[in-house]
């Protein structure tokens, strides 16, 4: 069966095209839906792209940054005004992945891929839909409990840059300095006069989809970061997550180790 | 459906006719000919497949042939500098730095990539440079060598 390319110079007009075709998938990089087609995936009968600039475009102004959804993890690394995430886009594939995977693309990526989207996640991200409806706006968590339902084109990323030294990530693998996560953790911990307020904490590779810790958020509120301060996160690290057996690891092995980086990540300590 | 694409390969331009939908390793194999470019594992998992798209490492099995219009693609064939082989395929002929060789192609894209960019690498710049690019013969080892060994000679050559 044929595939038909159509390529549209406005998001817009390629969520429309999106919306209308149920055999369609909106191509970004190629990484996720190349994979697809080269299997000869069956559900695809459509690409829909789009050269529509502000898909690749970054933005960072006074406190606000929007990452277009086209940007790739070469982009981000590219981007000095980025430093924060660059250790997240180096931990995804290799320099050639990097050139192409997306910032959007990452939203849909399966578990145990994604871990750029866990650190969107503990940046409060909110996504920027486009589609027949217009433009609107989603809080990231609730995109990822509904992702798989329906064609979305998502046309930004959108979150307030964190403090200082308040965001950090580490990506546990078997094989380095290239491999699947067996679990990724980011987290942003703002402080108010030396004590944690209103941390965000979030797993990769710990559910079907990047997930939050509340309970190890909840466990950290009000306290310090050094080895007393941490430890109620110790018993409630792995609440609410539903890691899977996979290739990579078992789902009882993810949730041994989850508290042993996340220490670490906390105290300051983790080697990525 | 057919569609027309041209693009630069290797220094020339090249006008071919693909299947919509068609990747760009694809393409080069049976559209345009170029057999230097070598397929493993269709996922974008190996890097066998590594080309330089405007000079950066692209993964042509997920790369869509439609998007390369206009775009210049380095293959291995275009290494060679007239009569001369690359300094890199010197360097992993003296370092034996290919057994069965098939991933040797991508190896050296990945590698040109780097050194395009990096004439002086570290070893962890090498390191990083092909960590997407599977071997299972050499153990790695002596493609760093190499690639090192290149870096070195090259710059020999220009001073």
């Known amino acids: ?272 | 459906m057919k569609t027309p694409i041209q693009f630069r390969l290797n220094g020339e331009e090249v006008a071919t006719f693909v299947e919509s939908g068609a990747n760009l390793l694809d393409t080069l194999r049976e559209s345009v000919g170029d057999l230097s470019v070598k397929g493993g594992c269709w996922q974008g998992t190996c890097g066998t497949c590594t080309v330089l798209m405007d000079g950066s490492p692209r993964l042509s099995c997920v790369t869509l042939a439609e998007t390369c219009a206009g775009r210049s693609i380095e293959t291995v064939a275009g290494l060679r500098r007239g009569a001369d082989l690359h300094p890199l395929q010197s360097a992993f002929m003296e370092r034996f730095a290919a057994q069965c060789g098939y991933c040797t192609p991508g190896m050296l894209m990945a590698a040109k990539a780097l050194l395009d960019k990096n004439p002086n690498p570290t070893r962890e710049n090498v390191v990083d440079a092909i960590c997407g690019n599977i071997c299972r013969c050499t153990g790695y080892e002596p493609i760093i060598d190499a690639v090192l060994d290149a870096a070195r000679s090259d710059n020999r050559r220009r001073a």
């Open chain 1, 1 to 272: 069966m044929s595939i038909t390319v159509k390529t549209f110079p406005r998001l817009a007009e390629a969520a429309g095209a999106l919306s209308q075709d149920r055999g369609a998938r909106f191509l970004a990089g190629g990484t996720l839906v190349m994979r697809s087609v080269n299997e000869a995936d069956l559900a695809i009968e459509t690409i829909v792209r789009s050269t529509d600039p502000s898909f690749v475009h970054i933005a960072v102004s006074s406190g606000r940054v929007e990452l277009g959804a086209g940007v790739t993890m070469a982009g981000i690394l590219a981007e000095r005004d980025l430093a924060y995430l660059h250790p997240v886009a180096r931990a995804v594939g290799g320099p050639a992945v990097r050139e192409a995977a997306t910032v959007g693309g990452n939203l849909f990526a399966p578990s145990p891929y994604g871990d750029f989207t866990a650190a969107l996640l503990a940046l409060d991200a909110t996504l920027m839909l486009a589609g027949g409806f217009g433009q609107r706006e989603v809080p990231l968590e609730d995109f990822l409990g509904r992702r798989d339902r329906g064609a979305v084109l998502v046309s930004s990323v959108v979150f307030k840059r964190p403090a200082a030294d308040a965001f950090r990530f580490l990506k546990v693998t078997r094989v380095h300095p290239k491999g699947v996560s067996v679990l990724s953790i980011a987290v942003q911990l703002p402080s108010a006069s030396g004590r944690i307020s209103g941390a965000r904490i979030a797993y990769g590779a710990m559910g079907p989809s990047p997930v939050r810790a509340k309970a190890a958020e909840r466990a950290l509120e009000g306290r310090t970061l050094d080895a007393a301060g941490i430890a109620p996160t110790w018993a409630v690290a792995a609440d609410g997550t539903a890691p899977v057996d996979d290739a990579i690891a078992s789902a009882w092995w993810r949730r041994k180790i989850l508290p042993v980086h996340l220490r670490r990540l906390l105290l300051g300590a983790a080697h990525t």
